[in-house]
């Protein structure tokens, strides 16, 4: 994959419960703008499902989505410094895992 125009940048803590529902309104949203995007999770040392389901979803959607995997939780911000570390957008955004912002507003 060349250069995406966004990336887009999740932290996620124990939050198995919401990722389907995050996936479910997060992709299609990138979808439907027409830009090449990758989206990059920072799994941030999660105690729950966390991390298999994001390895899910990377098996299912390889060509846009990145996984970062901490192996002890190290905080929020530390999640979204990894993640715009691997970033390489030309546009950097962040979100929220648990949809307090939604998808479609990007």
Not at 27 to 49: C, H, K, M, Q, W
Not at 91 to 97: P, R
């Amino acid at each position: 994959m060349g250069k995406p125009a966004i990336s887009v940048v999740i932290p996620v803590f124990n939050e198995e419960a919401g990722l389907a529902a995050l996936f479910d309104r997060l992709y299609p949203a990138l979808d439907a703008l027409g830009e090449t995007y990758e989206i990059i999770f920072v799994n941030d040392g999660s105690r729950d499902r966390s991390a298999a389901i994001l390895r899910e979803q990377f098996q299912a959607r390889p060509d846009v989505t990145r996984v970062i995997l901490f192996a002890v939780n190290a905080g929020q911000h530390m999640a979204i410094l990894a993640g715009f570390e691997h970033a390489h957008g030309e546009i950097v955004i962040t979100l929220d895992a648990d949809l307090q912002n939604p998808p479609e507003e990007i």
